[in-house]
């Protein structure tokens, strides 16, 4: 059974950082491109980044290039999101997707 676990978010000051955790299992993690993907109160999903096998090419939205950085860790089936310089706009619950699916999201809130 695949399973994806985020964890990490919570209540943040603008300007304030988060670091989110994907666990993953019941799959080949390291084979897999992973991605972070994010849905703001009444709006659609919107990607955010994405790590091909073996962390290269990590790719990402304009809205959080130089702010955020996804890393993995393959020995632990760990995909990780970076935020740094959070802003109000990044308000949202953030997913971690495999081509597997996706799991059940961890809220992020940037207010003051």
């Known amino acids: 059974e695949v399973q994806l676990m985020e964890s990490g978010g919570g209540l943040v000051q603008p300007g304030g950082s988060l670091r989110l955790s994907c666990a993953s299992s019941?799959?080949?993690?390291?084979?897999?491109?992973m991605s972070w993907v994010r849905q703001a109160p009444g709006k659609g999903l919107e990607w955010v980044s994405d790590?091909?096998?073996?962390?290269?090419?990590?790719k990402y939205a304009d809205s959080v290039k130089g702010r955020f950085t996804i890393s993995r860790d393959d020995a632990k089936s760990t995909l990780y999101l970076q935020m740094n310089s959070l802003k109000p706009e990044d308000t949202a619950v953030y997913y971690c997707?495999?081509?597997w699916g996706r799991g059940q999201g961890t809220q992020v809130t940037v207010s003051s």
């Open positions: 997707q495999s081509r």
């Open positions: 790590i091909r096998s073996g962390g290269g090419s990590p």
């Open positions: 019941g799959f080949g993690f390291s084979m897999e491109t």
